[in-house]
């Protein structure tokens, strides 16, 4: 029991001391005999980073990442290790760690985490080569970040319920909609792309566009994903979300088979913003080099088209192409919006508290 | 020497056999010494732990001030702010209050009573320590989306954490000698006359021990609050971190945090110094004959289910559920063995530092009273009503520049542990060694023992199965941290938290339901031990 000292029969003491003594030797065994991947990967080096590790901070997960580092291994010999955490999260232990950091490389789900690091002065300039190998759209205007993959906010909708999806999000607070709609309230991208909405039309227009969405009775689901179900199953007929988890679902279902299809807002509309994972190099790394490396790999051919397969994506960097059946980037008439500013989430959340959606 | 009964602070939470007041006889001998010097080397110590658990306090000064105190007072004196607190109070409120009625009525009914299967119930009313409040917050929004706010919030808090009413009542409920109850009938008190009169208010400092607890924990929790989309003032702090890249915010915030657990704490220990203290009378208690429960016998099954199904059948099926659905693509059990037995090795290592350091501090508590002890009891909590991020982050910044060579290496990471669940120790520890008979260590001095031999031949051996449930206690706790642990693990290093975190993040609870089902299943051991009755 806890706080049962007064319960002093042996037996129970005996039963709870042997369980401190198991909860302490057992680990320690599974320890000795595991092969010590984890809790020997820091140690065995010997220190910080030395042997020339190449130490890369993801915000990406590592079932998407971790396979490419394993081909980015073998393309340039260097020994890499990736901590996974939440782009956000890393961003701020990077601040926090300063120029003591171990870390080389920061690959992050989003450009706003960059463009906070680079802020700071925590990212060193990229050589302008790299750079040009993605459009001036896709990267840190001042050259230290730049966008690997790209992602597209979409309107999925019920193919059977609707017979021609709206062409703007503005057209989702008309009362046809209404109770319609489903959304991810929480989800980072639909944040992003309220506070693209912010920096197209202002601050005032947003509000009162999210006052009028949140009126029109829209149904709130955790993630991307649920929302896209809900559409497929007719439950919404309309959802906000980002191109590919359709594009997943239809690779792990038949594209046939689903009824929800994808209309891509026109007219620079915020309701079809762009947002990039990107890359930037840690300035003061001691792996310059080899992070260096590392950029030119992710930009590459190889890795473009990995990340086109794996996570249908748009491949940013000139001349590669998606499998998918994806409409070219350049046709999407999608907003002309400098992506570091979407780094202004705070106001952007405040609004959605304001307006009772998170 | 002054009568415990009216100091102004330091009762155990858990009075086993309490006396109820200065009305009693005089007892032979008293468990508090306020009058005894602690010795030094417990005093160096404690002082070390609270030290260690001030830690974080530091860093959040630095950075609440690093561009001006006004900066800092412009971002916490808000309405917005004041807005959060009514919020994270009012839902502390509501979850300690409903802890309370479930842990104080299933205590009552599983020791008290002659309830059908009282052993099992009281084995179940313990398991959902072993969920942690993501997974129970997650299972119950799939399930009925629109719980989703405050009462999903503070439903899914209180299954998770009324335990920690439980325990201790249920310990205190035991402890108690009937002898009073028993007069109270004679002189004609009703059974729910008595039970106001005479139990309860015995079992006050119990239930407000583990009351701090609770709202400490709903103060600081984000897993829950953030999955069932309620704001509060630990979800603020996050998205502090998350929206402006700006640590001067969120440590403003924290600091507000901590003022609240000073007055929280504070609270409580008033709560406990007007309430009764550890049976040192002569003869022996005996354990209370079970009341028979007649007609409300099926009512209390009912109760006992209902909680049962809630706190555990309903999110155990929920993972049996993902299990099922999951393809086989989806296991991987060389990577689940190696992550609990990492998971095991930090949880352990974590509670037995934590214990470690909570043991002088408990004992300095219970054994010499005084400003002191006093002082150096309310540090240890300070970093316990903090969000983990928080404290991690201050790890970060605290290592990086005065412990590099530790920076993201175990000890870091177990030291953290330390440092955000060093109260769940102390409480025990303090209340463990209160209720054992100072008498003893007289004994043990007059027979020429240091302090050193008394603590370690006389105080540790009897308090050890107190010592040893805060341990597994803090050891469960441990198992689910997941903020710190993101921030301070060694590169490459997972536990099964972690893990979990890792394949939601990716939207695949089919992955993720293996972790959480050994994560729970390892957490259930120790919690099964804990809540296994000895009547």
């Keep these: 029991m806890i706080w049962k000292g007064f319960d002093m029969r042996r037996s129970s003491s005996r039963t709870i001391g042997a369980l401190a003594a198991s909860a302490l030797l057992v680990p320690l065994m599974a320890a000795c005999g595991s092969d010590g991947r984890g809790t020997g990967s820091g140690t065995e080096a010997g220190g910080k980073n030395e042997g020339g590790t190449l130490v890369i901070y993801s915000g990406r997960s590592e079932e998407l990442v971790a396979p490419l580092i394993e081909k980015l291994e073998k393309a340039t010999g260097a020994k890499a290790e990736v901590r996974y955490g939440d782009s956000a999260e890393l961003a701020a232990q990077l601040l926090e760690e300063g120029d003591r950091t171990d870390a080389d490389l920061f690959f992050s789900q989003d450009a706003g985490a960059l463009g906070a690091l680079g802020k700071e002065g925590r990212l060193a300039a990229l050589p302008q080569k790299s750079l040009d190998t993605v459009d001036k759209a896709f990267r840190a205007e001042n050259g230290n970040w730049v966008g690997v993959s790209g992602r597209v906010r979409v309107i999925a909708y019920h193919s059977d319920k609707v017979a021609e999806a709206p062409d703007s999000v503005h057209e989702l607070t008309k009362p046809e909609w209404k109770g319609k709609v489903g959304y991810a309230p929480t989800n980072a991208s639909f944040q992003a792309f309220v506070t693209g909405m912010r920096v197209l039309e202002g601050d005032d227009a947003t509000r009162k566009w999210l006052k009028d969405f949140q009126a029109n009775d829209p149904q709130v689901y955790e993630k991307n994903g649920a929302v896209l179900d809900a559409v497929d199953d007719g439950k919404a007929e309309l959802g906000l979300i980002n191109h590919y988890y359709w594009y997943e679902k239809a690779a792990e279902e038949g594209a046939d088979k689903l009824k929800a299809k994808l209309h891509f807002p026109t007219k620079g509309d915020p309701g079809a913003l762009v947002n990039v994972a990107g890359v930037g190099v840690i300035k003061g790394s001691d792996q310059s080099t080899a992070a260096q490396k590392a950029v030119d790999f992710f930009l590459a051919k190889e890795a473009q088209t990995y990340f086109a397969n794996e996570t249908h994506e748009y491949p940013l960097a000139a001349g590669v192409t998606s499998e998918d059946d994806l409409p070219p980037l350049e046709s999407i008439d999608a907003p002309e919006i400098d992506l570091s500013r979407l780094e202004s989430l705070q106001v952007t959340l405040e609004m959605l508290q304001e307006a009772g959606m998170v | 020497m002054k009568s415990p009964g009216t100091r102004g602070h330091q009762a155990p ?523």
């Design chain 2, 13 to 535: 939470p858990a009075p086993a056999r309490s006396d109820p007041g200065p009305d009693d006889a005089p007892a032979p001998s008293r468990p508090g010494r306020a009058g005894r010097r602690p010795p030094l080397f417990l005093l160096a110590l404690a002082s070390a732990a609270a030290a260690l658990a001030l830690l974080p306090l530091v860093y959040l000064v630095v950075r609440a001030v690093e561009r001006g105190p006004e900066y800092a007072w412009n971002v916490v004196a808000t309405d917005r702010t004041l807005e959060l607190l009514a919020r994270s109070v009012g839902l502390a409120a509501v979850v300690v209050t409903a802890c309370l009625v479930l842990g104080i009525s299933l205590a009552w009914l599983t020791v008290r009573t002659a309830l059908p299967g009282r052993r099992a119930w009281s084995v179940l009313a313990t398991l959902p320590l072993a969920v942690p409040s993501y997974v129970a917050a997650f299972a119950w929004i799939s399930a009925r989306p629109d719980l989703a706010g405050f009462s999903g919030a503070a439903f899914a808090l209180t299954l998770v954490s009324y335990p920690y009413v439980y325990l201790p009542v249920a310990a205190a409920l035991r402890g108690i000698d009937p002898a009073q109850e028993e007069a109270a009938r004679a002189l004609g008190h009703g059974p729910w006359s008595t039970f106001r009169r005479v139990t309860l208010p015995q079992l006050r400092p119990a239930a407000a021990g583990g009351g701090l607890l609770v709202a400490l924990y709903v103060l600081s929790d984000f897993g829950a609050v953030s999955i069932m989309r309620y704001e509060t003032f630990t979800r603020a702090i996050h998205t502090s971190y998350k929206a402006s890249f700006d640590r001067t915010p969120a440590a403003a915030l924290s600091v507000v945090l901590v003022l609240m657990t000073v007055l929280l704490v504070a609270a409580e220990a008033r709560t406990r110094g007007r309430a009764g203290h550890a049976r040192t009378g002569g003869g022996t208690a005996r354990p209370a004959s079970p009341a028979p429960l007649g007609r409300l016998k099926w009512p209390a099954l009912g109760w006992c289910s209902a909680v049962a199904a809630a706190g555990v059948a309903f999110p155990a099926g929920t993972l049996g559920y993902w299990l099922a659905v999951g393809n086989s693509r989806t296991w991987d059990p060389r990577g689940l063995l190696e992550t609990g037995g990492i998971t095991l090795l930090v949880a352990a290592l974590g509670a037995a530092l934590t214990t470690c350091l909570a043991l002088p501090v408990g004992v300095l508590a219970a054994r010499h009273r005084g400003r002191t002890a006093h002082l150096l009891e309310q540090a240890a909590y300070a970093g316990h009503a903090v969000p983990g991020i928080t404290v991690g982050l201050a790890m970060v910044f605290l290592a990086v520049r005065f412990a590099y060579p530790l920076y993201q290496e175990l000890p870091l990471l177990v030291t953290a542990y330390a440092v955000l669940f060093l109260p769940i120790a102390v409480g025990a520890t303090r209340a463990a060694v209160l209720q054992s008979p100072p008498v003893l260590e007289d004994v043990a001095r007059s027979l020429g023992r240091g302090p050193l031999g008394v603590l370690r031949e006389v105080t540790v051996p009897l308090a050890a199965p107190g010592i040893a449930a805060g341990a597994a206690l803090t050891f469960v706790v441990c198992m689910k941290e997941l903020p710190a642990t993101l921030l301070l693990r060694p590169t490459g290093m997972d536990t099964l938290a972690t893990r979990l975190w890792t394949e939601t993040g990716t939207g695949s609870y089919a992955a993720a339901a293996p972790y959480a089902a050994v994560l729970i299943l390892i957490a259930a051991v120790p919690s099964y031990l804990l809540g296994r009755h000895r009547t």
